[in-house]
């Protein structure tokens, strides 16, 4: 079993059952952190994304988190965690806390960060919806050269 979430500002604890997967993206910097079981923990961040730190040339993306040991995360920064519960435990328990954010740096991500990332997924729809509508054109090109080089049916010309 295995979904996506996103961190938020709470830092509640939340269980994940033996066996199970979660894919995590903090929303800002942080710290993951296990009270309970242990987990494996494979980052996974987007090759486009500033934050990212794992060089696939070597293993260094995968660990295993113990109680007591924190997992220092950046914004935007994936990983997928499995539950490897120790001792017949049921789950694993775990703790998002957020780094602490200044007012400047609040506000920049307000003001600057969130409206370019708007405007990045905007320019991908925009991408994608052309190469879409030139598809489908694409489709229709013989209906688009107005029967140049078709030769028409008795049923679709004017002829008697």
């Not at 794992?54 to 995968?62: C, F, I």
């Not at 957020?98 to 729809?125: E, K, N």
């Not at 052309?130 to 080089?149: H, S």
């Amino acid at each position: 079993m295995s979904s996506s979430v996103h961190a938020s500002q709470s830092s509640a604890p939340w269980q994940l059952a033996k066996g199970c997967a979660v894919t995590f993206y903090p929303q800002s910097n942080g710290v993951l952190r296990v009270t309970a079981g242990r987990a494996w923990a494979t980052f996974n961040p987007s090759p486009w994304s500033p934050a990212a730190r794992w060089n696939p040339a070597d293993d260094a993306g995968d660990f295993f988190v113990m109680p007591g040991m924190n997992l220092s995360m950046l914004a935007g920064e994936g990983v997928v965690i499995e539950s490897w519960p120790s001792g017949g435990a049921a789950s694993t328990t775990l703790v998002w806390e957020p780094a602490p954010v200044s007012a400047a740096a609040a506000r920049w991500q307000q003001a600057v960060v969130a409206p370019v990332r708007d405007l990045g997924q905007g320019l991908g729809q925009v991408a994608r919806a052309l190469g879409r509508l030139l598809v489908g054109l694409a489709g229709y090109r013989e209906f688009l050269v107005a029967g140049r080089g078709k030769v028409q049916t008795c049923l679709e010309s004017n002829a008697p």
